[in-house]
């Protein structure tokens, strides 16, 4: 089965500052690897996804993932982080299910805090 | 384009009571659906999914259960709650490609409901 680590439960960042949240997963195939954000109170919402090919994805509001296949990790990153980029932010790993359609299995996230 | 609904947004209820949320999704046929629990200061854990009609798959053995009695409309209930059913359900859905057999397509998630047993 698969799984999903976020190794930092909070990070703090300063405004304007870069951003690297961590993510590895454990999976023996290849893997469908997604990050959402989530504002307090209110669902999740996608970032970026990766499925295949280029292995450094852009998302939404200027973040970018790597997916590192030798590490198993897929870092999402962005240069310059804004006060409202402070949310949860959860790494999510889905397998290939032959045809199903498996939930995904998620990180328990990381909180990010925004220093003014 | 497509949109999800939730609800309610919030929900007090008392331990033994019953259970009945309820997630439409619009824009689209024939989507997965799916119901996940947030527990405070805890991941998503996937409870249920579902690909079709009465088509229902659970994830984890508990007192809750999942229908879905139309094609875009997913139900999430309990007979009796317990205190340890408190948390953030989110639905999602999602819609495998054409072409894609056994991809995992991208799931897009409701505003969520905010559960609190007493």
């Given at each position: 089965a698969q799984s999903v680590t976020q190794p930092d439960i909070h990070i703090t960042v300063s405004e304007g500052a870069s951003l690297e949240l961590r993510c590895n997963y454990s999976y023996g195939a290849t893997p469908y690897l997604f990050w959402y954000v989530q504002s307090p109170g209110q669902g999740l919402q996608l970032l970026l996804k990766y499925?295949?090919?280029?292995t450094l994805v852009q998302g939404i509001k200027g973040f970018e993932a790597e997916f590192k296949r030798s590490q198993s990790s897929f870092n999402l990153r962005k240069p310059s982080v804004h006060w409202s980029d402070a949310a949860e932010y959860f790494c999510a790993v889905g397998a290939d299910s032959g045809g199903g359609a498996d939930g995904l299995t998620f990180g328990k996230g990381t909180h990010l805090i925004i220093q003014p | 384009s497509q949109t999800i609904h939730q609800w309610p947004a919030t929900l007090v209820q008392p331990v033994g009571s019953p259970l009945s949320l309820e997630c439409t999704v619009e824009g689209t046929s024939n989507p997965n659906l799916y119901w996940y629990r947030q527990a405070a200061g805890r991941g998503l854990q996937l409870l249920f999914y579902s690909v079709g009609i009465g088509q229902i798959s659970s994830e984890v053995p508990q007192n809750l259960s999942a229908s879905r009695p139309q094609d875009r409309q997913f139900i999430l209930s309990s007979k009796k709650l317990l205190l340890s059913d408190s948390g953030f359900y989110l639905c999602a859905w999602s819609l495998l490609q054409?072409?894609?057999?056994?991809a995992t397509d991208t799931q897009y998630f409701g505003p969520g409901t905010r559960l609190t047993v007493l």
């Open positions: 499925f295949s090919g280029d | 054409p072409g894609t057999l056994g």
